[in-house]
Structures are given as structure tokens and as C-alpha cells.
């Protein structure tokens, strides 16, 4: 496997990866123009038995649809989330630029493509709703994370040590960027209407933001007299990100748009039941297993996944739990998601020849 990046050489996370790394930037837009891929795609492109696309809307995809095409070897394109309507609705204005490039080259790049492969059944059904003009053959791949390997109890130890008033606590835990998209606003609102009815329960918002919409809900959970029961921990990575997850009771994530949710998938991994709102794209399959709760990204549907949870008995928590682990191994094992990308692969159809 070889690597062809928009990066500028020396980029920081190339270190992750044992693959050869052609780096063709940097570029000087978000659309990532880089003169220098074409010529090396017409050169290389032969050599490989498949190419694989990721993302939409940058230079990459077009460049691999011009020169792979012709060279008739088959390319794949993982669209991440990036033709979801939530978009559309969300940022009209840039919907209808991504409408000026879509016809002549977007649409092409994905109705010759081997496969355009989708993280979940969620993605695959709302990828055709934001442009009429839409061809791909669909495939769901799956995505996921290897199993957590480090020592639940060291993990647990480490993350209480960095943050020991919440020892003895029953904790929520919400871990991601705070930003209106993910309804971090909902979580605090829905945290203040259960909050004193349930005064063994802690909320700990774990995550990056941007300062001036964070120090608003900081601002919201004084005012309802929790700020003594919600922790800002800020980033966690590591040990301590795992640790959160061995310590938390439950995951909450009532976002807006969640394409996939890599934290929603290890905190099942982990062994924590999750409660997300059905703009989680995976919803169905959690739903499905009973490995969480599932409800609409408003107001009351925050509210209704808080109180649910806080009124099942500690036996059912358990056995959701459990559900979770199971549920994880069955879907999001990213084993499981190679072995299908690899059946994918092996069908080597050809690019078509359209014009």
C-alpha cells in the first residue's frame, strides 16, 4: 500500500504509518489543488491493483477520476459522510457552490467508481438526498477501531487520579468537540431537568471547543445551579481517554449530524451503554441490538434519554453493557470492517469508460 496525500511533506501524522507517503502539497485553498498528482496518477496508476478515494470535494477525487479512468484500473471512493443533507440544510450557501462543481466533476467521480463505499446503512440512505443527479453503486463497508488493549483498571486509576472529585460519582459522560452541531446545548439542558432529581449523577463534558460558545454553556449550567456537577476536563487522549470511558456509566451524544461516531464505538467497545440521537447514523444498528438508547436531536429527546437511563434498575444498565461489547464486536471490530473491504476489492470490476 502506498499513501498519495494533498499533505505538505513532513506533515505530523505521517509517522502513523509504515506506507510509503507521496506528499503533494502544500496547497493554498481548501480544495487542495496540486499539480504535481496528475502526472504521477498517470504515471503510477498501473501499478497499483486498486485506488482508493478518500473523501468528496477536493482535488483528489477529480484527479484520480482523469487519470485512473483511462488506465482502467478500478478506484473506490469512501465519501465519509460528505453527501449527507444535514449539510444542505445547514449551509445553504455552500450547497449551492458544491451544486456549480457537482455536475462536471463530483458526479462523475462517483457514477464511475467501482463502488462508493459508505461507513453504514444510515450514510448509504441519505448520500442520494442532497443532488437529483446522483449514480453510484452502493456499498457498505462498515468502519470501526481495533479493541481497546490497555489495563481497564490502570485506565481507571489514571483518569480518577487527574480528576478525583468525581471518585464515588455516577458519571454521564460526553466526549468530543463542544460545538453546537454535536447538541452539546442539549446534553447541559437536559442534564439541569434531571440534575436534582438524581443527585448521584455527574456530567463530565470532555472535549475541545470554541471558547466563547463553551463559556456559554458554563454560563447556562451555573445559572441552573450545576456548575459543581458538570467537569471540564477539555482533550483527552490516551490513557486518560480511556479511562473516562472505564469510569462513565453511559455515553451521550445528542448530535444533529454524526456521519459515523468513532467515540460512540469505543465507548461500546469499552463496555458503556450509549445514548444518541437518531442523527447518529449508526443508530439503527445500536437500536437494533439494544446496546442504547436512541431519541430525536431536540430538546426532549436529550431530556428522555437522561431520564430513561437514570430510572433503569442497576441490573438492566449491566446487561446493556454488555449488549454494547457484543454489539461492537458484531459491527465495528475494525477486523471485521478489512475483511469486508477486502471482499469488496477482490471483485475487481473495471472503470467504466463514460464520458
Known amino acids: 500500500m502506498e499513501i498519495a496525500t494533498l499533505d505538505a511533506p513532513g506533515s505530523v501524522w505521517f509517522d502513523r504509518f509504515e506506507a ?13 489543488y496540486a499539480p504535481g498528482l496528475r502526472p504521477w496518477l498517470r504515471e503510477r496508476a498501473r501499478d497499483f491493483d486498486a485506488i482508493i478515494v478518500n473523501g468528496l470535494w477536493q482535488y483528489h477525487g477529480l484527479a484520480t477520476w482523469l487519470e485512473a479512468r483511462p488506465a482502467g484500473v478500478p478506484y473506490y471512493v469512501f465519501t465519509h459522510g460528505m453527501l449527507d443533507p444535514w449539510f444542505k440544510r445547514r449551509y445553504p450557501l455552500k450547497h449551492l ?76 459522560l460526553y466526549l468530543g468537540r ?3 452541531k454535536k447538541g452539546a446545548d442539549l446534553l447541559i439542558g437536559a442534564f439541569a431537568a434531571i440534575a436534582h432529581s438524581d443527585p448521584s ?10 471558547p466563547r460558545w463553551t463559556a456559554g454553556l458554563r454560563a447556562k449550567a451555573e445559572r441552573s445551579g450545576l456548575a459543581g456537577r458538570i467537569a471540564w476536563t477539555g482533550m483527552l487522549s490516551g490513557e486518560l481517554k480511556w479511562g473516562a470511558f472505564r469510569c462513565a456509566e453511559a455515553f451521550v451524544l445528542p448530535s444533529h449530524q454524526e456521519n ?11 463496555g458503556v451503554p450509549v445514548l444518541i440521537s437518531n442523527q447518529v447514523n449508526i443508530w439503527r444498528e445500536i437500536d437494533a441490538a439494544r446496546a442504547g438508547l436512541v431519541a430525536a436531536d431536540d430538546a426532549d429527546g436529550a431530556r428522555s434519554l437522561l431520564e430513561t437511563w437514570t430510572k433503569l434498575a442497576p441490573v ?40
Open 178 to 180: 463542544i460545538h453546537p
Open 316 to 355: 438492566e444498565r449491566a446487561a446493556m453493557g454488555q449488549r454494547a461489547i457484543d454489539c461492537f464486536r458484531s459491527h465495528f471490530n475494525i477486523n471485521s470492517v478489512a475483511s469486508r473491504l477486502r471482499e469488496i476489492l477482490s471483485e475487481r470490476r473495471t472503470v467504466p469508460a463514460s464520458a
Open 201 to 210: 449523577v455527574d456530567l463530565v463534558m470532555a472535549g475541545p471547543g470554541d
Open 97 to 172: 457552490k458544491k451544486w456549480l462543481y457537482w455536475p462536471w466533476a463530483e458526479y462523475r467521480v462517483l457514477r464511475d467508481a467501482s463502488a462508493v463505499l459508505f461507513t453504514c446503512e444510515g450514510e448509504r440512505r441519505l448520500a442520494s438526498r442532497s443532488f437529483w443527479l446522483y449514480r453510484a453503486r452502493e456499498r457498505v463497508v462498515g468502519y470501526g477501531i481495533e479493541p481497546p488493549g490497555g489495563d481497564p483498571e490502570a485506565e481507571r486509576a489514571a483518569f480518577l487520579a487527574k480528576f478525583p472529585a468525581l471518585a464515588g460519582r455516577r458519571l454521564l
Open 20 to 32: 510509503r507517503i507521496h506528499a503533494f502539497g502544500p496547497v493554498r485553498s481548501t480544495y487542495g
Open 260 to 270: 459515523f461516531g468513532i467515540a460512540v464505538v469505543e465507548a461500546m467497545a469499552s
